[in-house]
């Protein structure tokens, strides 16, 4: 049972729908990674694999698809645009652990107090936010330092139920990347230098926080080993400040 397979097929066949995608390259090793956890019985295959694309408006589109069987089942999946759009980071966060399930869903804005960003990116939003909240309750705490990466419009759930991932959860996930090619639409590039360098620095902000605290480095280094693991979170995940250095 892989919950989360629909959600990685739609989500690439509906951008093959309306974005010209072009490959982005994934550092050899780490297109598809396999270890063997546990012993006897309870032994169990841990597969993750990765998918990568990039368009002109999105620097990196791309997932990590975990599958470990029926307890463990991860999709992390981000879009992190050019540094000259001002657009959002796409993130969904899908993970199902023993404990349950737990969703993270967003677009994480760059600049989460400007009223007007706020205006343009989480307002737009805030109808088909309503519309899910209601069949999603609320996840409970999270980070506190997480908080200003989060949108007004966070879906953030722990369902008990895995039918409510089939269903709500997945129709929500569809609702928030429709709206979010809506945006990549419309966007135009900025130009205005001192906009440029905000830009910059709110994405670097913003992967510095999630490679640094990645809460699936421990799950990671367990099944792959360290070397591998922080390769996979700078190298390929966050890979921003690499491609900077390259540049
Ligand atoms: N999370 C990732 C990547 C993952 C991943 C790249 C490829 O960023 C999986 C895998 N997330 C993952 C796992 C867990 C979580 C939890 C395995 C469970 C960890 C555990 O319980 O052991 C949103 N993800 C979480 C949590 C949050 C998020 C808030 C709970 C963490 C906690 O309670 O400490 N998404 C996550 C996040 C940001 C985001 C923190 C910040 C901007 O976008």
Known sequence: MTLYQPFLDYA???MRSRLDLQPYPIPEGFESKV???GKGKNQQEVLTTSYAFQT????QIRAAHV?????????????????????????????TLPGGHLIALDMQPLFRDDPAYQAKYTQPILPIFHA?????SW????PEEAR???????VWTR???TVVVENQVFAAFKDYLKAYLDFVEQAEPVTDSQSLADIEQAQLRYLRYRAEKDPARGMFKRFYGDEWTEEYIHGFLFDLERKLLLA
């Open 132 to 136: 899910h909240q209601q069949h999603l």
């Open 148 to 154: 200003p990466f989060f949108s007004p419009a966070f």
């Open 67 to 95: 599958q470990g069987g029926n307890s463990l089942q991860v999709l992390n999946f981000v879009i992190f645009p050019h540094l000259n759009y001002d657009l959002p980071f796409f993130g969904a966060d899908l993970v």
């Open 56 to 59: 002109t408006k999105l620097r």
């Open 35 to 37: 270890a063997t956890v």
């Open 12 to 14: 690439i066949a509906y």
């Open 159 to 161: 369902p008990q139920e």
């Open 139 to 142: 996840g409970g705490d999270f």
